[in-house]
């Protein structure tokens, strides 16, 4: 129930963190639209662990099998199943914890809601399962872009209390993948590479702030009073492992501006309609105003840290445990390719909801 995502444009995941395999459906995609296997492979890349000094060890190639629904690189609109299969799990890393509860995990939660749970790993919370989103969201990115030139950029704006001052109009993706923190201020990156580096080695961990830029997005976009662009934003956004706060626009900053300060003023440019500010975020009332829409993600720091913490085992007795295993000290680098990934999944459903909407030829 908990496993599908979008209206239209319809997501379904499957798979354990380190069961044989996970996966996904996509259900609703339009037919005709020219798939490039080598975008979703480079999306996955950035996603998979092993790639830098800042990142999980674990090494999964995320080579991924296209099943159905892609015939000589076109859709055929039919539903799209992918697979990709866990090749370095080690679930006896987690053993010890099968019958005791990780603080700040979703192990006591699970095991309260279902009355069993995967140990392995943490099973379906695991941010393993992202990988599923990446490759369905690289599709979305290619159906946005070939009907309607959408470009999604994410970066690393925070690590900790070290935050980059970035231009959002000015980001390009080349520029957030030159460090492996992904963020594209130069010196910034430097000093978040090296407090990631620092909590890792007092085998801690670290959180922080992503932001997004989506341009070219249409105007007309979401649905009024519950399905609001931001609101499927938000749900999108927050249901990502670790995501504890979504702010679009000017956000919680906003609170401190008068409405005279705040507002968007139209004008008509080159016989297109925009305004001269964006504190909006690109969305008014819940649709979008044609304006590039932008937002932030604040991420908790990892739940699992090697260091002796206090919890309660599944009869309520007080235990000690000292996790061992391999783990991210600080998810935002790899959480960078995952965030852009949602965010075309809810654009491509609301392009297509938008689509649905026109008025019948009777």
């Known amino acids: 129930m908990g496993s599908t995502f979008g209206h239209i444009f319809r997501v379904t995941t499957f798979g354990e963190s380190h069961g044989n395999s996970i996966g996904c459906i996509i259900d609703g995609c339009p037919p005709n639209i020219l798939i490039d296997s080598t975008q979703i492979e480079a999306d996955l890349q950035r996603r998979r662990p092993g790639q830098s000094a800042l990142t999980s060890p674990r090494k999964e190639t995320d080579s991924f099998v296209i099943h159905s629904g892609i015939l000589d690189g076109r859709t055929l609109g039919t539903a799209i199943a992918i697979t990709i299969a866990n090749k370095d799990s080690d679930p006896s890393a987690y053993k010890p914890f099968a019958d005791k509860f990780r603080p ?3 192990d006591f939660t699970y095991q309260q809601k279902y009355g069993i749970r995967d140990w392995r790993g943490g099973g379906r919370a695991s941010a393993r399962e992202t990988a599923c989103r990446v490759a369905a969201g690289s599709i979305a990115k290619q159906v946005l872009a070939q009907t309607c030139g959408v470009e999604i950029i994410a ?6 209390e070290i935050a980059a001052d970035i231009d959002h109009s000015t980001v390009s993706t080349k520029a957030v993948e030159q460090t492996p923190v992904r ?3 130069l010196i910034v990156a430097k000093q978040m590479e090296e407090l990631i580096k620092k909590v890792r080695t ?3 961990t670290v959180g922080g702030v992503v932001s997004c830029l ?3 997005v249409p105007a007309g976009l979401g649905e009024p009073v519950f399905d609001k662009l931001e609101a499927d934003l938000a749900k999108a956004m927050l249901s990502l492992p670790a995501c504890k706060g979504f702010e679009v626009g000017s956000g919680f900053a906003g609170t401190k501006m008068r409405g005279s300060q705040h507002n968007d003023p139209f004008v008509r440019v080159n016989n297109v309609v925009q305004t001269t500010s964006n504190f909006s975020g690109g969305i008014q009332g819940g649709i979008s105003n044609g304006m590039p829409i932008y937002f932030s ?3 908790k720091p990892v739940a699992t840290i090697f260091q002796s913490q206090q919890t309660v085992n599944t009869q309520g007795e007080s235990v000690t445990i000292q996790p061992k295993g391999r783990h991210d000290p ?3 680098p790899r ?3 995952i965030v852009e990934a949602m965010a075309a999944l809810v654009l491509a459903d609301h392009l297509l909801r938008q689509r649905s909407n026109t008025p019948w030829q009777l």
């Open 335 to 337: 959480a960078v390719p």
């Open 104 to 106: 700040s995990h979703a």
């Open 330 to 332: 600080c998810v935002l």
């Open 202 to 204: 007092e085998k801690d």
């Open 297 to 299: 993600l604040a991420f």
């Open 155 to 160: 970066w690393v704006n925070q690590v900790g």
């Open 183 to 185: 963020c594209p201020d």
């Open 214 to 216: 989506c341009k070219n």
